[in-house]
């Protein structure tokens, strides 16, 4: 019976949502991952929740009209997909990349709801972006392209309503362009945007963020299974923001992560990465990872097009514990085959939904341990949480201050998602506890405010 509504809910938002293949994928997840708790308690069901929490409570998509350095007007999309305000004001990321649609915002607007709930803070869930491509733009594109994006998003933002923060492709640099904006449209210096730089109501440590919390949830899980992330071996996809800080956690805690990528390529450096000169080459440089292969003659540089057929040329690498940290469906059935062949233990997700479907089953079946997104990656947010508080109190905390924070928040997560697959009879499935453990406090929350 339960079963049967769940897929009746899943056939409703594959008519209703079109196209939208990456949104029916996460909701997939979530529902089948929850069956447990609707088994145990009939009011989820009673009270249509399925049904109300997969209709965004709002979805605003707008023009942007920007102007190139050649004088030329250039358009592109705005999206803004404010999901569930349940438990707190949206919050959520801002994603620039030519991919971005409608159902990719929707997917990961989805996915944040839980995520937040997770984190113990009262956010609620939201996400946005563009189909702008910030590659090989100019300083000045970006700047008026980011101006002319907040001209629109500011009507529907602010300190206790929506409050934007930086996804692929938004990085401190937009961020300030987009605040700039913000503040000269509504006249408010506020927490309505987080990732701001440390001189101007940023937090110290957010932008180390999501990378640490990664780095600490996954050393929390192998806590449990009488191992520590000292010593391993580590690959981590990317080279943004998530993955250079989890590379840089990584060494601080003993680890050895020898293979980062980007759109371009893979960099395999066997005696460990050097992380000095990967900021240097990806962050200050905004550079491709062949510049790193230049710099150190004695790593392998695999290109992209020389990718094995289907395959990612990452995950081919033997390790002990990989991190899927660039963008969603990055590691697939061919990709887990060859984790396990290579002895991976631990497949931790720095991304939002990095793995296919298919490949976690394999990883399950398999006997790999498995930390999942919106469990492992919350350091991000959570500390946008944390940026929100001292802007509010017009406070600033120091580095080890917000640090320590961001540790406990992941020793929670890890917790509640442990103690929620253990309450379900499924020890140690932490999918199916961190479901469950974000689904619920949404869920009760939604049932508390009624029909609205
Ligand atoms: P960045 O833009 O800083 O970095 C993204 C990295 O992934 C880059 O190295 C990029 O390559 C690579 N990449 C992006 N898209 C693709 C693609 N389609 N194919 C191949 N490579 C790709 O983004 P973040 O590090 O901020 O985000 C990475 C992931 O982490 C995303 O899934 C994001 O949603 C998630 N996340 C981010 C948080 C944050 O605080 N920033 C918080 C929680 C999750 P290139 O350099 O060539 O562009
Ligand atoms: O996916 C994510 O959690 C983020 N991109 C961070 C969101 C935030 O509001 O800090």
Known sequence: MVKTKVEEVLNYIKKSSPGQDEFYQAAREVFESIIPLLEADSRYLE???????????????????????????????????????AIGPYKGGLRFHPTVSLGTVKFLGFEQIFKNALTGLNIGGAKGGSNFDPKGKSD?????????????????????RDIPAGDIGVGQREIGYLFGQYKK????????????????????????????????????HLKV???????????????????LYTIEKLIQMGAKPVACSDSRGTVYHKKGLDIASLKAVKELKRASLKEYANLHPDCEYID??????????????????????ATQNELNLQDAKALVKGGCMLVNEGAN????????????????????????????????????????SMT?????????????????IFKIAYKTSKEFDR????????????????????????SV
Request: aromatic share 10%.
């Open 140 to 160: 000045a594109e970006i700047m008026r392209f980011c101006q002319s994006f907040m001209s629109e998003l500011y009507k529907y933002i602010g300190k206790n």
């Open 427 to 450: 020890t140690g499935d932490l999918i199916t506890g961190a479901n469950i453990a974000g689904f619920r406090k949404v869920a009760d929350s939604m049932i508390d405010q009624g």
């Open 185 to 220: 449209l509504t006249g408010d210096f506020d927490g309505a945007i987080t990732g701001k730089g440390v001189n101007w109501g940023g937090s110290l440590a957010r932008k180390q963020a999501t990378g640490y919390g990664s780095v600490y949830f996954a050393n929390e």
């Open 47 to 85: 009270q249509n929740i399925l049904e109300r929490i997969i209709v965004p409570e709002r979805s605003i998509i707008f023009r942007v009209n920007w102007i190139d350095d050649s004088g030329k007007i250039r358009t592109n999309l705005g999206y803004r997909v404010q999901f569930n305000s």
């Open 353 to 392: 939904m990095p793995t296919t479907p298919d490949a976690i089953d394999y990883l399950q079946d398999m006997g790999v341990l498995f930390s999942p997104g919106k469990a492992a990656n919350a350091g991000g947010v959570a500390t946008s949480q944390l940026e929100m508080s001292q802007n509010a």
């Open 304 to 325: 992209v097009a020389h990718y094995p057929k289907g395959a990612h040329a990452i995950w081919q690498i033997p390790c002990d514990v990989a991190f899927p940290s």
């Open 225 to 243: 299974y009488n191992q520590e992330i000292k010593g391993k071996t580590c690959l981590v996809s990317g080279s943004g923001n998530v993955a």
């Open 396 to 412: 600033q905390w120091n580095f080890e201050q917000v640090d320590i924070k961001l540790r406990q928040i992941m020793k929670n």
